[in-house]
């Protein structure tokens, strides 16, 4: 009798046991699958329509803050990145024409390219916008999964030939307002009194002032696209905030 009872008792130890045991592994698995959960929203993908807004919103910041940091005064002049120098083709006799007491002229010419490229940037704000709404969902993702600067590097792809053509008039509006050309013709009849000048090909100032003004405008948004890409503050609205977090 006595070994009946004990051996009740060893089955309801194991019972109570089990029963224990069971609900502490039912516990257990319930919490891991609320965290699965939990951690599943967090991490569900945003969808192509936020993406490609969050990317032409972040073009259109980028875009409103190049054209401020260069359309103003000394906005390419005092940016060592973007100043546009003399044209290569006349660096190595910058030194000749400085020491035969030209140097005035060939500095009013380095600054009148430069004023009429900061003259000229605020053109180019609506052909980016425009540039941008038709961006397609596929090549939303592979700008919001590329680089840094892809978006810049491909609105840059996209559009470098329409900009040329749209942005041109605007150069030689400016180019005409500071009297580029007088100053660069200024600067070639002096280059040309020089020995052996004419064996160095003179560049197109209109297409060397456009090219170089483009670059420095692109550069600058990549820069800017960097800036909300990398740095939480630069995230300006909630949209750019989401995107980009």
Known sequence: ??????????????????????????????????????????????????????????????????????????????????????????????????????????????????????????????????????????????????GNTAATEFLKEKTSHQLRDAFLPFIRKSLAQYDVTAKYNDVIGKYRSLPFSHNVPIPDVEQYVLDKALNGLFLILGQEETKIRTQPAARITSLLKEVFK
């Open 1 to 146: 009798m006595n070994s009946l009872i004990i051996i009740g008792m060893i089955i309801l130890s194991f019972i109570s046991y089990t029963h224990v045991a069971f609900a502490g592994w039912m516990q257990d698995q319930f919490n891991k699958l609320q965290s699965s959960n939990i951690e599943s929203l967090k991490q569900t993908p945003l969808s192509q329509t936020k993406i490609g807004d969050g990317l032409k919103e972040a073009l259109k910041v980028g875009i409103d803050n190049a054209i401020k940091l260069t359309a103003k005064t000394d906005g390419f002049f005092k940016n060592e990145e973007i100043k546009i120098p003399l044209p290569e083709k006349l660096q190595m006799l910058d030194k000749g024409l400085r020491m035969v007491g030209l140097g005035k002229t060939v500095d009013d010419f380095i600054l009148s390219m430069n004023r009429a490229a900061e003259a000229s940037a605020p053109q180019a704000r609506d052909i980016f916008i425009n540039s941008i709404v038709g961006l397609s969902f596929d090549d939303a993702m592979r700008i919001y999964n590329g």
